[in-house]
Structure formats: structure tokens, C-alpha cells
């Protein structure tokens, strides 16, 4: 993995209003780049959190087109929304943690501004990471950068799904739900849920069955070339597809969901010298042997 060699003359900022520590991080860091001649560009929420005296604010995907880098405040919700609003761009994010604890954020919000200084110097590194997409026949395709979940609503009783990978019968679970989760994704829901971490660097699909009512049901890793297909045999309980958490879709009995890797994938910008390994042993509290 390389330095970038960008030469940072613009940037783009993109708040999370909802986060009560956004506001004073956003403007002394906007200020401070605003000192070293640069353009500053937002979005229209963190126009309005920060008020006048910024430029004009445009849609996400303009702003990107126009941005040498992007950096997002907020926590890993924030970041999964402007991955998937960027998404195919060669334009990379970089996440400034004002939530909680934020794999994909990663900076510190008191860690601002050294980064900047790292920016200026070309002192961070780029990742590519992959997306999913997910089909179902006749309707828009949806994408995610952590996972889509294929899961029971509000009804406490087990749904059935039946499982191929790419056309061969994997199993039919019935379970609270599925999983199915980008190498990105393995330190989200499918963490919580016994799937294994696996580095974002790592070539697959986890699939990680939620609750399932036999016992001998394990998570299930795939190549990320793979085509994973889902089909709902559940007539009597609504089942929801979810994009990330934040993109919910009723299905019906029948529909078949087909995942796979998408096309798109999406920068990832971080301080040179971290490391995957690094920021799971902080965030998880991996404090190793003492002997």
C-alpha cells in the first residue's frame, strides 16, 4: 500500500449534525484549512451546522468530483452513508471520529489536527474497498459497503431462507436472519453475531446466520467473486432486507435476492504507519498475554 501523491488543494467536509461534538470540530478544522489557502467545499447539512461564511454548499456526489479529499465527522453510520453516496469515485474519504466506537472512522476527533498536517505532507495511505451489491428482480439494485441483512421484522418467529452459492444449494436456514458482509463489514453485525474478523484485504463473502435453529449452522466464507442467492420461503412472517442498517426493504415470500461484488468500490483514507491489526487491538481491547 502507497502514499498518496495527491496534491491536496480541495476539500470536501461532511458532518453528521446529530453528533453533539460535531459542530466545534468541524469549525476549528475547516478554519485551520481555511489558513493554509486551500478551498473548503460541504454538503448541506454541514453548511447548516457551521452557518455562514463557508462557500456554497453542493450534493455529495458533486462535492466529490470536485474534492482532492473528503473528510467525514461523525461516527461508522456517517461513513457508511457517504461511502455509498461516492461510491465508484477515485476521490478518498477519511473518517474523524465525534461518535463511538467507529472502526471506519480513524482518526480521533482530537487527532484533527495533526492529521491535517499529515494530509498537507502526503502522509496517509489509500485503501480500496470493495462493495456489495444486492438485485432482486424488477427493482433498483441497492448497495453496501459493511453487509446486507436479510432478517425477521418486529415478529418473534424464525424465518426460512434458501441459500446458493453461485448455483450450487448451500442450505435452507431458519434462523432470525442472514448476514451476508463485505471483508469491511466483519467487524460489524456479523462480529456480534460469532462471524469471524476478517481483513479488509481479504478476497470474500461472510455469511453469518442469525440465531439459526440448528445447532451444526456455522458462518460461511466465500470467494468475493462469488454470487450468493437468497430466496424468502417464510408465507406467513415479514422479512426486511437491510443495506448497511440503514436501507430497509420489505421483501415477500419468494423474492430472491441475489449479492454480489459490485463493480464500484471506495477510497479509504488513513494515517500512514496504522494498520487494520492496530485498530482492532485498540478497539476491542486486545491487550494480549502478560506473561
Same mark, same amino acid.
Given at each position: 500500500?502507497?502514499?498518496?501523491?495527491?496534491?491536496?488543494?480541495?476539500?470536501?467536509?461532511?458532518?453528521?449534525?446529530?453528533?453533539?461534538?460535531?459542530?466545534?470540530?468541524?469549525?476549528?478544522?475547516?478554519?485551520?484549512?481555511?489558513?493554509?489557502?486551500?478551498?473548503?467545499?460541504?454538503?448541506?447539512?454541514?453548511?447548516?451546522?457551521?452557518?455562514?461564511?463557508?462557500?456554497?454548499?453542493?450534493?455529495?456526489?458533486?462535492?466529490?468530483?470536485?474534492?482532492?479529499?473528503?473528510?467525514?465527522?461523525?461516527?461508522?453510520?456517517?461513513?457508511?452513508?457517504?461511502?455509498?453516496?461516492?461510491?465508484?469515485?477515485?476521490?478518498?474519504?477519511?473518517?474523524?471520529?465525534?461518535?463511538?466506537?467507529?472502526?471506519?472512522?480513524?482518526?480521533?476527533?482530537?487527532?484533527?489536527?495533526?492529521?491535517?498536517?499529515?494530509?498537507?505532507?502526503?502522509?496517509?495511505?489509500?485503501?480500496?474497498?470493495?462493495?456489495?451489491?444486492?438485485?432482486?428482480?424488477?427493482? &433498483?439494485?441497492?448497495?453496501? /459497503?459493511?453487509?446486507? !441483512?436479510?432478517? *425477521?421484522?418486529?415478529? =418473534? $418467529?424464525?424465518?426460512? #431462507?434458501?441459500?446458493?452459492?453461485?448455483?450450487?444449494?448451500?442450505?435452507?436456514?431458519?434462523?432470525?436472519?442472514?448476514?451476508?458482509?463485505?471483508?469491511?463489514?466483519?467487524?460489524?453485525?456479523?462480529?456480534?453475531?460469532?462471524?469471524?474478523?476478517?481483513?479488509?484485504?481479504?478476497?470474500?463473502?461472510?455469511?453469518?446466520?442469525?440465531?439459526?435453529?440448528?445447532?451444526?449452522?456455522? &458462518?460461511?466464507?466465500?470467494? /468475493?467473486?462469488?454470487? !450468493?442467492?437468497? *430466496?424468502?420461503?417464510? =408465507? $406467513?412472517?415479514?422479512? #426486511?432486507?437491510?443495506?448497511?442498517?440503514?436501507?430497509?426493504?420489505?421483501?415477500?415470500?419468494?423474492?430472491?435476492?441475489?449479492?454480489?461484488?459490485?463493480?464500484?468500490?471506495?477510497?479509504?483514507?488513513?494515517?500512514?504507519?496504522?494498520?487494520?491489526?492496530?485498530?482492532?487491538?485498540?478497539?476491542?481491547?486486545?491487550?494480549?498475554?502478560?506473561?
Amino acid at each position: 500500500m502507497k502514499k498518496s501523491p495527491l496534491s491536496i488543494k480541495r476539500v470536501g467536509l461532511i458532518a453528521n449534525p446529530e453528533k453533539p461534538d460535531c459542530r466545534s470540530v468541524v469549525r476549528d478544522t475547516a478554519a485551520a484549512i481555511v489558513r493554509t489557502g486551500r478551498q473548503i467545499l460541504v454538503d448541506t447539512p454541514t453548511a447548516k451546522l457551521l452557518g455562514s461564511g463557508l462557500p456554497k454548499a453542493c450534493d455529495i456526489r458533486q462535492l466529490a468530483r470536485r474534492t482532492d479529499v473528503i473528510l467525514v465527522f461523525g461516527g461508522d453510520g456517517t461513513m457508511l452513508r457517504v461511502a455509498r453516496d461516492v461510491a465508484g469515485s477515485a476521490t478518498p474519504i477519511l473518517g474523524i471520529n465525534t461518535g463511538g466506537l467507529g472502526f471506519l472512522t480513524a482518526v480521533s476527533s482530537t487527532q484533527a489536527n495533526a492529521v491535517l498536517a499529515d494530509l498537507w505532507t502526503g502522509q496517509f495511505e489509500v485503501e480500496s474497498r470493495p462493495l456489495l451489491e444486492a438485485v432482486r428482480r424488477n427493482h &433498483p439494485s441497492q448497495l453496501a /459497503l459493511n453487509d446486507f !441483512v436479510i432478517s *425477521r421484522s418486529h415478529v =418473534p $418467529r424464525l424465518i426460512e #431462507l434458501e441459500v446458493r452459492v453461485d448455483g450450487v444449494e448451500l442450505t435452507r436456514y431458519r434462523c432470525d436472519g442472514l448476514i451476508i458482509s463485505s471483508p469491511t463489514g466483519s467487524t460489524a453485525y456479523s462480529l456480534a453475531a460469532g462471524g469471524a474478523v476478517v481483513a479488509p484485504n481479504a478476497e470474500v463473502i461472510a455469511l453469518t446466520p442469525l440465531s439459526p435453529h440448528t445447532l451444526s449452522i456455522r &458462518p460461511v466464507i466465500v470467494s /468475493l467473486s462469488s454470487i !450468493v442467492q437468497v *430466496r424468502v420461503v417464510s =408465507p $406467513r412472517v415479514e422479512t #426486511l432486507l437491510s443495506a448497511d442498517g440503514q436501507v430497509q426493504i420489505e421483501l415477500a415470500n419468494g423474492d430472491v435476492v441475489t449479492v454480489r461484488r459490485s463493480k464500484q468500490s471506495v477510497q479509504l483514507a488513513r494515517p500512514a504507519g496504522s494498520s487494520f491489526f492496530g485498530t482492532l487491538r485498540q478497539k476491542l481491547r486486545w491487550s494480549g498475554s502478560t506473561v
